[in-house]
């Protein structure tokens, strides 16, 4: 039909949480529809994920997106003009072939993931559907009914906070919460009494990029004493009603098996992280840690999901970059047991659903992730209602450009449970406890 057809596709250059310039893209169709959408950008980066073009040179100290946004309003609106905006699948293989590079470097991923989310909202848009909900018919099983859990980041440290705390992230995760809302009330306790704890112990050094507070601390461990001590503060039980979860982000401080940890001046081998993770596995409730190791090191990866893999979600986020074939990679290595899924990672909507696709057949958990850099666009919690995925890590509980997530779910918890008839919660379903391998 033709209310499905691209009419043009358009660029313009908009600003993100870091004051750094990126790319809006509005997809309208020939009756006026119309889905716009924005690229993130990543600080800790992964060696191989797509690359986002960016000018270099003197304007906004190389971070202009000039070249980017030629390529849409250039090449891909001439490409995309008059394709069905419904065939998400075609319009995506078009634009890796009009790139035409392995990491997506000539068109930049940031045009094409902001292209790209851009037709998915206008296909939605012309169906008059809200995104979660145009995407959960086709995302198999009970997607579009369910909020994922949230991941939220307490403590900011690693490339997020200038280096000074090596663990990149230090989050909570609300396992004994009933709902979404009840999961976002309890993280906000502690959220709160973190900051207290802190500024009463004069720790407290200011807010790292997603939002966490970034603390003056004398080793890496002291945040895993303040998140419990927070969880407590806020009345709630560390382990049962909130967990720890931790982004270690390993690549940003090691290469090669030496990971060097400024805060507890000691250089550690593969074996030695290691082994310093299980430790604090073994002390403190942790349900889940993040590239746990270097991206280049999946024999210590495979070591290390052995020894904890059974009651610890061992994330690949920067070791797996939202591609498909490195998950069924990980898997036959048995290297971790869970990916983080960022789009821009992938470069496109349809590879970041190939990576969530393989993640399903293989057993692995999957998270679905803003990036340090992030602006107003909320598509990627439309993305986890409507595809299924059953975790959510958007940063701290502070900022809008993180806020704007967490209230999206809110609103799509209410419709849900509206547009459903019988007597879903307000406030969010949550996926099954044993969904989760921490169960
Ligand atoms: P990034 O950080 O967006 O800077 O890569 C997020 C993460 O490592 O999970
Ligand atoms: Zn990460």
Redesign the pocket.
């Known amino acids: 039909m033709s209310k499905n057809i691209i009419k043009r596709v358009h660029a313009r250059r908009v600003w993100d949480s870091r004051g750094r310039p990126t790319i809006e893209v509005d997809v309208t169709l020939r009756y006026g529809a119309m889905g716009r959408a924005i690229a993130p950008a990543?600080?800790?980066?992964g060696a191989a994920e797509a690359v986002e073009l960016r000018d270099g040179g003197a304007s906004q100290g190389g971070y202009d997106v000039l070249g980017a946004l030629g390529a849409v309003n250039d090449e891909i609106n001439t490409a995309l003009k008059g394709m069905d905006v419904r065939d998400q699948a075609a319009i995506d293989r078009m634009l890796i072939e009009l790139d035409g590079t392995e990491n997506k470097s000539r068109l930049g991923a940031n045009a094409l993931i902001a292209t790209s989310m851009a037709v998915a909202h206008a296909a939605a848009a012309a169906e008059k559907l809200p995104l979660w909900q145009y995407l959960g018919p086709f995302g198999g099983g009970s997607a579009g009914e369910q909020l994922p859990l949230p991941e939220i980041q307490i403590l900011g440290g690693g490339?997020?906070a200038a280096g000074r705390v090596d663990v990149?992230?230090f989050m909570v995760i609300a396992v004994g919460a009933d709902s979404f809302a009840q999961a976002l009330d309890w993280t906000a306790d502690v959220y709160r009494a973190a900051g207290s704890l802190l500024a009463d112990s004069g720790r407290l050094q200011g807010v790292a990029d997603e939002g966490g507070f970034w603390p003056a601390f004398h080793s890496n461990e002291e945040g895993l004493e303040i998140l419990c001590r927070a969880i407590e503060a806020a009345g709630r039980t560390p382990g049962q009603d909130i967990a720890i979860s931790l982004?270690i982000?390993a690549s940003e401080f090691g290469a090669d098996g030496r990971y060097r940890m400024v805060l507890d001046d000691r250089e550690l081998d593969s074996d030695g992280l290691s082994g310093l993770l299980v430790d604090w596995v073994e002390r403190y409730p942790i349900v889940s840690i993040?590239?746990p190791l270097g991206e280049d090191d999946p024999e210590g990866l495979a070591r290390f999901t052995w020894a904890v893999g059974k009651r610890v979600q061992v994330v690949g986020?920067?070791f797996l970059v939202t591609n498909a074939d490195k998950v069924l990679d990980a898997a036959k290595r048995k290297a971790c047991n869970a990916v983080?899924i960022?789009p821009n990672q992938a470069g496109t909507l349809s590879e970041t659903k190939a990576s969530f696709d393989a993640a399903n057949d293989i057993g692995f958990g999957a998270i679905i992730?803003a990036?340090?850099?992030e602006t107003e666009d909320a598509t990627i919690v439309h993305l986890g209602v409507g595809w299924g995925v059953k975790q959510l890590?958007v940063g701290s509980f502070a900022r809008s450009e993180r806020m704007v997530k967490w209230n999206e779910g809110l609103r799509i918890a209410e419709a849900i449970s509206s547009a459903s008839g019988d007597d879903l919660p307000l406030d969010g379903t949550l996926p099954p406890r044993d969904a989760f391998p921490w169960k």
Do not use: P
């Open positions: 990543g600080a800790s980066t490339a997020h990149q992230d982004d982000a993040e590239d986020d920067d983080l960022k992730s990036r340090s850099g890590k």
